[in-house]
Every structure is written in C-alpha cells, then in structure tokens.
C-alpha cells in the first residue's frame, strides 16, 4: 500500500482472509485500501463488518472520521471522533487519547484554532504517552499555542534523545512549525532538513494513531512557501501528491492540492494554480462552507480570475 502497489495489497489481505487470519488491523488496511481505490461499497462493507468486532469499531470509526473530514465533512468527521473516543476508553484510555489527538490535528490544519486547543486538551488529560505529546504539540503549534508546544516538544527531547521517530520526525516537524510562528522560513527550513532521509517512512504516530505520515514533508512545503521558494514548495507537495498509499485519508492529503496551488502563484504558473486550486475545490465541493482554509482557498481562487 505505501508503495501504491494497491493490487497486491488487496491480493495479501485476500490470501490471509482465505486462510481464516482475522483481527483488526486487517479490517483497518482493507477500509484504507478501498478509500484509495474509491470503492465505496467495499468501504461500507468492512464498516459493517467493523461493527460486530469491539476490537475493530473504534479504530474503523476513527479511520471514518478521517475520510469524512478528507472531504471537507468536518462537522459528521467530529462526530465519529467522538465515537470513536467513547469506544475507546472502556478499556483504552491511551487509544483514546490518540483519537482525540488526530481530531486535534485535523482542526489546527484547516484553522480551527479554538476547536484544536480545545481537543488537544481532551487528549492530554487522557494520557500522555509519546505520541500523543506530540501529535497535542503540533496541533497547538498549528494553533498559535507556541509556549506549551515548545514545553511539550522539550519534554519529547529529553525523555526520548535516541528514539528514532522523535528525532528524525517529531522534533523536526514541531521545531519547524514554531519557526514558522516565529517568521523564520529559512530556520524553519534548516530544522526540518536533518530528518529528510526518514520522511517517506511510516512513524510510529502514523502506526498508533494514523497521524504524521509525510508531515515532516508537509511542514517543509509551508516553509518553503513562507520563503517565497515557490519551486522548492512546489517539489515538497507534490511528494504528497505521489504517495497516497502513505498519506491514506489524512487531511494534508487534501489540502496538498490548495498548498500546490499557492507555490504555482510563488512562480507565476497560474495555469497550474488554477489547476490545484480546482482540485481542492472538486474534492471540497460538498464541504461545509464554514471552514476557514476553504474560505480563504476560494478567495485566492477567484483572485486569479
């Protein structure tokens, strides 16, 4: 699947269903596989299937919620959030917490600041593991919140020196963000440099909670962007573009096409601005209209026009 070789994907997943190999995951990958082969039926059939398994339906809803929020339903995605969530904590609290965590990094993403403070500390009281410390930071950072990113980010630092995924991935991502919040393209752009030969692989919060994958990539773009870099952002969302099978329905998958949009402005190419910008629209044709990055992707698209 990371390698968009779906056919065979869909092949591995078939032999082991033929052999009666059962659990979640396999339930989880089979969703994913259909979403990127846009195979609605087959999505609706492994979300039923989810449904007698209390080990697969919170993980199935919280995989939905990404899927609806893919396309710009936000409000039904935080329904399934919270689903989800309530699933998970009998029994889960940590699982939970994660779910709660990729809410929050949907809704700093598209610029819900106040609805991403407020779900990033829904996850912390829940548990503050690894990944949870990181995926609440980045949705603070995101969000303005630049001291208690920064704290959290410290704390990664010093529990955690060695770990790959925080060193390579985490610390990168969250340290370029608040250059960003700072004005610092160029630092930005520095930080994020170090963890490059890492930024095609999977991290562990991709793995537990189906968020980070590629972010080092997405966060890249944006400073490129800031710098006025316009051919280097162009390079950096287009890896996104190209790696669906890594991406899945996580919400920088869709919102590559309006960043795509803004680095074609950078260089003055508007027949591909254009281009990106309708991607994201057709995409978010069906959105709810109250989002602010689809408020302001429209405006800079009729600003071409």
Known sequence: MYLGRLGQAQETLRRAADRKLEMPDFVVQRYDV????????????????????????????HHEA????????VREARKLSVQAGELARQGHRERAALFETGAALREAFIGNAAAARQRASVALELARGREVQY???????LAGNSSQAQALADDLERAFPEDTSVKFSYLPVLRGVLALNQHQPSKAIELLQGGSGYELGTPRS?????????YPVYV???AYL????GADAVAEFQKILDHR???????????????????????????????????FLNLWKDADPDIPILRQAKTEYAQLN
Do not use: C
């Open 226 to 229: 800031a710098a006025g870099q």
């Open 66 to 73: 990404f899927v609806l929020a893919y396309t710009g339903h």
């Open 34 to 61: 259909a979403f990127l082969e846009s195979d609605d039926a087959a999505m609706a059939r492994e979300l039923a299937l989810a449904q007698s398994d209390p080990e697969a339906e919170d993980w199935i809803s």
């Open 135 to 141: 995926g609440t930071a980045l949705a603070l950072a």
């Open 245 to 279: 099978g890594i991406v899945v329905s996580d919400i920088i998958g869709a919102l590559a096409h309006s960043q795509i949009a803004r680095a074609y402005v950078k260089i003055g190419d508007t027949t591909k601005a254009e281009s990106g910008y309708r991607d």
């Open 206 to 214: 991709n793995l537990q909670g189906f968020f980070g994958a590629l």
């Open 220 to 222: 890249r773009g944006e």
